[in-house]
């Protein structure tokens, strides 16, 4: 599989339009790559709380338009990132959208984990409620987080637990916190016994300098390729079969003993 990793800038002095144009015209670029993927809340930039609002858009909004028509373009399995979606309720979420090589949307995601404690995203979304997991054709199954929800090991159990073996976490990461990101990556990748694919934007959302590094890694916690702290695109080629042969080498996930079942007495 070969997989592409857009870690796109997000700057004050570009609009949204443009930089969904921009976005779109570096979806079609990565033609003969199985999946692409793009970070966190790249229309906005993931610490532009104020910008929000008036950003928001209806889950088939105009980054769906540009985003399907650049998977169809691109013939390539899509992440497109997340979007702050207004959801039929009026609620704002931050939204994952998955889209197949025809560009059809075979799954969204709302950020279950909201990062900000009692400000920010925390108090002006929604929380998701459901993990979830996009099969990709006969090949493997994506497990789909973001950003804050990395620090979260039982989501990621439980996507496994739903057949994951490639596990994609888009993210808005601050570079103060950088030493986490790859820590976090590299552990959730070895405890479940799968790959990583965590795509960082790079950049400054609301003078909040971001910590690019995305970053792949293998189900033995190996580091495949990382980037540097600019706009990149992070190209990676790797073989999913290697999660079940990870898996029965070092069985360690047939030995765990808690949360499969409910507590007696």
Known sequence: ????????????????????ARAAALVREQAGADLVVLPELWTTGAFAFEEFDAAAEPLRGPTYEAMAKAASDAG????????PERGPD??????SLVFSPAGDLTASYRKIHRFGFDKGEAVLMGAGREPVTVPLADTTTLGVATCYDLRFPELFRALVDAGAEILVVPAGWPERRRSHWTLLARA???ENQAFVLACGTAGTHA???QAGHSIVVDPWGEVLAEAGADEEVL???FDPAKVARTREQFPALK?????????RG
Not at 6 to 18: K, L
Not at 76 to 83: D, K, Q, Y
Not at 90 to 95: I, P, Q, S
Request: cysteine-free; aromatic content about 4%.
């Open 90 to 95: 009026g609620r704002l979420y931050n939204t």
């Open 1 to 20: 599989m070969r997989a592409s990793l857009i870690q796109i800038a997000v700057n004050e002095d570009e609009t949204v339009e443009a930089r969904r």
């Open 188 to 190: 959730r990748a070895v």
């Open 235 to 237: 190209t990676v080629e």
């Open 207 to 209: 003078g909040v300098p």
């Open 76 to 83: 390539v399995w899509l992440h497109a990132g997340s979007v």
């Open 255 to 263: 030995d765990r003993v808690l949360g499969l079942e409910p507590p």
